[in-house]
């Protein structure tokens, strides 16, 4: 006798795709669907009970409800020449409405009450310009929206702005130098100790004014570029 179709919907419903790396922990997310109005028993097998982990891999769907099945390809050495030979199926059955009993049900069943559904496993190892195309596409993205004119002005503000910083660190530089000159001149000139000390803690914290100036003007290009990009 035939056995009944099967009666749970599965998404995806032939195919179970494992993307690596495979050096970790690989998931694939299997749902199955109920849509009778019974309750329905499942289990899920494998061909390769040692490559994977399968959480829950029995249980009972309630009539109309959904479950999410998490099988876990555990790490190994992937050989691309290797096709893949390994299958699933999930075997389910309706739960009789006196159900005490999963385990019990399933070895009373007749086989004409059991169907089954079955999937195979594919491997799919990512290139290796797949990681730099996964990041460019935000800026590329977020940069796609700003119009010409924008990113002129941007650009003439960012522009200035390094000129800006550039003119600083040549005062900085310069005050650094005269900071020099003055300690020389301090050593020669012993009598006017007192003095000249205060003048060179003058120039000290000028010199730190300055440069403390010269990193806010660069956080704030950095601000002005990342604020422009989120619009």
């Known amino acids: 006798m035939a056995r009944t179709e099967q009666v ?10 494992f993307r690596g790396p495979f050096t970790d922990v690989v998931t694939a997310t299997l749902k199955l669907t109920n849509p009778t109005d019974r309750n329905v028993c499942f289990k899920v097998k494998t061909t390769a009970p040692r490559r994977y982990c399968v959480r829950p891999n029995s249980g009972i769907i309630d009539a109309g ?4 099945i998490s099988v876990m390809l555990q790490p190994f050495d992937y050989d691309p020449n290797e096709k893949s030979k390994h299958k699933f199926m999930v075997q ?3 739960a009789p409405y006196d159900m005490t ?3 019990g049900v399933w070895k009373e069943a007749k086989p004409e009450e059991l169907m089954d559904s079955k999937l195979r496993c594919t491997f799919d190892m990512p290139l290796e310009n797949d990681k730099t195309t996964e990041y460019s596409v935000l800026p590329k993205s977020a940069s796609a929206s700003l119009d010409d004119g924008e990113v002129k002005k941007i650009m003439e503000e ?20 005269d900071d020099g000159l003055r300690k020389r001149r301090v050593t020669s000139m012993a009598g006017h100790h007192s003095s000249s000390g205060m ?6 914290d000028e010199g730190l004014s300055t440069r403390v100036l010269a990193l806010c003007v660069l956080f704030f290009v950095i601000g002005v570029i990342i604020g422009k990009l989120a619009l």
């Open 92 to 94: 389910s059955m309706l």
């Open 65 to 68: 409800t959904s479950i999410n």
């Open 158 to 177: 960012c522009k200035r702005l390094q000129m800006e910083v550039q003119r600083l660190r040549e005062e900085n530089k310069q005050i650094r130098e």
């Open 101 to 103: 009993d999963m385990e």
């Open 8 to 17: 749970l919907v599965l998404e995806p419903p032939h195919e179970l795709k």
């Open 199 to 204: 003048a060179t803690t003058a120039m000290r």
